[in-house]
């Protein structure tokens, strides 16, 4: 049987949203086998907004993979909501790998925020001033361990999860002025080097759905307001419908 991956981002909970989210996925376990959630699971990043999505994703019936996003780090409360992610049953990736086991074999699922910079050719380097060189080591430093994590992650099949995008595919729709903001080619670049089969990313609430790395590997963004459905079904060779 495929190995199917369901995948939404850019959830933005509140208090407001309590409850709102977890009926839209009754049933999921008959569709997919594993869900990615590709960060900005809050507004501000608060511990009470992470407390909204820990219940609502709480032993869901299959695992629940996530990554934070910027809003999840606004209010300096990361760590906390990641605790709350994991104490609710969820794996919370921060540019590490996390195996798991579906129909007989191992999907390897490697992740973390990302970051932004550019793309190649209209991109930031690690030139100046030392806040712009802090600025692209973040994501150097960000695709590296992506990198070491794929190259030592044995699975039978490998997918990246990210909040921002690797891709300017995925972006089409946003103002290009704020494409470095986005993401960065640098992320391609670390996943191409070492193959996947699949990247999902959030982030670029008007971008679309579909691109690909210059090395082939299919990018998907899911954030909520691209998708327009609760989530999005992959499988490790073509999209699903739901
Ligand atoms: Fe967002
Ligand atoms: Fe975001």
Redesign the pocket.
């Known amino acids: 049987m495929k190995v199917r991956i369901a995948a939404v981002?850019?959830i933005?909970m509140g208090e407001d949203l309590r409850g709102r989210f977890r009926p839209r996925f009754a049933g999921i376990e008959e569709r997919a086998d594993v869900l990615l959630l590709a960060?900005?699971l809050t507004r501000h990043g608060t511990e009470e907004e992470g407390r909204v999505v820990a219940d609502e994703f709480r032993d869901l019936p299959i695992p629940v993979v996530a990554v934070l996003?910027?809003?999840d780090y606004h209010s300096d409360a990361e760590e906390i909501i990641s605790v709350l992610l994991r104490d609710a049953g969820m794996i919370v990736l921060e540019d590490q790998a996390a195996v798991i086991e579906c129909h007989g074999e191992t999907l390897g699922i490697v992740g973390g925020k990302g970051f932004g910079g550019g793309f190649a050719g209209k991109c930031a380097s690690e030139f100046g001033e030392p806040e712009t060189k802090a600025f692209v080591r973040h994501t150097k430093d960000i695709a590296e361990r992506w990198r070491v994590a794929l190259k030592e992650t044995p699975a039978d099949h490998r997918v990246v999860l990210t909040h921002y995008s690797p891709v300017k595919d995925t972006l089409e729709g946003e103002p290009k002025e704020i494409y470095p903001f986005l993401g960065s080619y640098l992320l391609a670049e670390a996943v191409d080097a070492e193959g996947a089969d699949l990247i999902v990313h959030?982030?670029a609430?008007l971008g679309s759905e579909k691109g690909l790395t210059p090395g082939g590997i299919r990018v998907r963004n899911v954030?909520l307001p691209v998708l327009g459905r609760a989530y999005g079904v992959y499988s490790l060779k073509e999209d699903l419908n739901v």
């Open positions: 981002g850019d933005h960060g900005d996003g910027n809003h959030g982030h609430h954030a």
